[in-house]
T-cell receptor, first 116, second 110 residues
Framework: DVKVTQSSRYLVKRTGEKVFLECVQD?????MFWYRQDPGLGLRLIYF???????EKGDIPEGYSVSREKKERFSLILESASTNQTSMYLC???????????????FGPGTRLTVL | DAKTTQPPSMDCAEGRAANLPCNHS???????VYWYRQIHSQGPQYIIH???NNETNEMASLIITEDRKSSTLILPHATLRDTAVYYC???????????FGQGTTLQVKP
């Protein structure tokens, strides 16, 4: 089974702290994604990566950065956490076959981050 | 912005078919329709996808209208474990990104 794991299910941080959210996938997928999910707003794409050391901004990249040093690992970084970054963060991965129909994204269980 | 419109909530009796509608009137000819669901406290899970033809797998059936402007996800025999938020998504053809909308909260009742 495809497995996408996230480092923590629940995380509590203080305003101004630097926060690292880690995501690891074991299916050798090229693509990895970070979303945040908020009530009434659904899932919104923060950043994604097509390959090692490559990154692309999603719809709401402000306040976030990412790192992809290894194919299986995609990290989301909050340089200086703020209260409006309290949210559920979801990581996903998929194969890189944009020209084909089957491009299922496999999601991790999510990290619920609270910034006080 | 999401390219799909779904009702915010629906109820279904256990054992009956659940039919979840989705409008995607601006879909392009080479864009696929995907359905995901999210059970409480879990990440979204892929259900099914399609382009033009109706599709069926072990989880559900997907009916796409001939003009491709709408589709219906069918869970043939809903169970209590099917209670979830169901997302209808049009996958962007140039980037492959999935743009999630608000989804439909399906409540399966005994």
């Amino acid at each position: 089974d495809v497995k996408v794991t996230q480092s923590s299910r629940y995380l509590v941080k203080r305003t101004g702290e630097k926060v690292f959210l880690e995501c690891v996938q074991d299916m050798d997928h090229e693509n990895m994604f970070w979303y945040r999910q908020d009530p009434g707003l659904g899932l919104r794409l923060i950043y994604f990566s097509y390959d090692v050391k490559m990154k692309e901004k999603g719809d709401i990249p402000e306040g976030y950065s990412v790192s992809r040093e290894k194919k299986e690992r995609f990290s989301l970084i909050l340089e200086s956490a703020s209260t409006n970054q309290t949210s559920m963060y979801l990581c996903a991965s998929s194969t890189q076959v944009w020209d084909r129909s089957y491009n299922e994204q496999f999601f991790g269980p999510g990290t619920r981050l609270t910034v006080l | 912005d999401a390219k799909t419109t779904q009702p915010p909530s629906m109820d279904c009796a256990e054992g009956r078919a659940a039919n979840l509608p989705c409008n995607h009137s601006t879909i392009s000819g080479n864009e696929y329709v995907y359905w995901y669901r999210q059970i409480h406290s879990q990440g979204p899970q892929y259900i099914i996808h399609g382009l033009k033809n109706n599709e069926t797998n072990e989880m559900a059936s997907l009916i796409i209208t001939e003009d491709r402007k709408s589709s219906t996800l069918i869970l043939p025999h809903a169970t209590l474990r099917d209670t979830a938020v169901y997302y209808c998504i049009v996958r962007e053809s140039n980037t492959g990104k999935l743009i999630f909308g608000q989804g439909t909260t399906l409540q399966v009742k005994p």
